[in-house]
């Protein structure tokens, strides 16, 4: 079955730029779902970030649209998760999951954890 | 966009007991698109019901969605050890997509 695994750096300095990657395994990333970015902070809960179909088209949460950028590549079979500006705010366990669109956000990854501080 | 709440934020209960889970919606929710996902310490969300009552893959019968428009229902039927946990709503009608701040179920 489909698994996902998130990785990048785990600490990020103030300012900077976050960079994850989420690898897809036991499916293609070219199958008709799309693939989201969810994060988790004390303060702010679960929030979803964005989604990403494999062909390259996206939806933004639009309180990160400015500083977001998704990206897939289909011949690593995996999607990437870029965010510029960073603050404190920012620090949370970023996931990586399937977006089944009707039926929800089935397979997820472990989740890494992001914090962002000089 | 649109806001979920939860309630309540925490439900004290014993096993084999019933659970009933509440999350309203600021504004009506698109076909019903409201999921529920089940979340223990240090573990990703777990699917559970997606539009409001269709169970996920694997999910046991004793846990069942109900309700539509703004106000939805989480019901586990007989509590069991392992469903002691955190449960979050969350709708996919409008973007942004949102979640509910969670209902936390321990044992009392």
């Known amino acids: 079955q489909v698994q996902l695994q998130e990785s990048g750096p785990g600490l990020v300095k103030p300012s900077g730029t976050l960079s994850l990657t989420c690898a897809v395994s036991?499916?293609?990333?070219?199958?008709?779902?799309?693939w989201s970015w969810v994060r988790q902070s004390p303060g702010k809960g679960l929030e979803w970030i964005g989604d990403?179909?494999?062909?390259?088209?996206?939806i933004y949460n639009p309180s990160l649209q400015s500083r977001l950028t998704i990206s897939v590549d289909k011949a690593k079979n995996q999607f990437s998760l870029t965010l510029n500006s960073v603050t404190a705010a920012d620090t949370a366990v970023y996931y990586c999951?399937?977006?089944?669109?009707?039926?929800?956000?089935?397979?997820w990854g472990q989740g890494t954890t992001v914090t962002v501080s000089s | 966009e649109i806001v979920l709440t939860q309630s309540p934020g925490t439900l004290s209960l014993s096993p084999g007991e019933r659970a009933t889970l509440s999350c309203r919606a600021s504004?009506?929710?698109?076909?019903?698109?409201l999921a529920w996902y089940q979340q223990k310490p240090g573990q990703p969300p777990r699917l559970l019901i997606y539009?409001?009552?269709t169970r996920a893959t694997g999910i046991p019968d004793r846990f069942s969605g109900s309700g539509s428009g703004t106000d939805f229902t989480l019901s586990i039927s007989r509590l069991e050890p392992e469903d002691f946990a955190v449960y979050y709503c969350?709708?996919?009608?409008?973007?942004?997509?949102?979640f509910g701040h969670g209902t936390k179920v321990e044992v009392k």
């Open positions: 539009v409001a009552s």
């Open positions: 969350q709708q996919y009608g409008r973007s942004p997509w949102t």
């Open positions: 036991g499916g293609s990333i070219s199958s008709n779902n799309w």
């Open positions: 504004q009506s929710i698109a076909s019903s698109r």
């Open positions: 990403i179909y494999h062909s390259g088209s996206t």
């Open positions: 999951a399937r977006d089944w669109g009707e039926n929800g956000m089935d397979v």
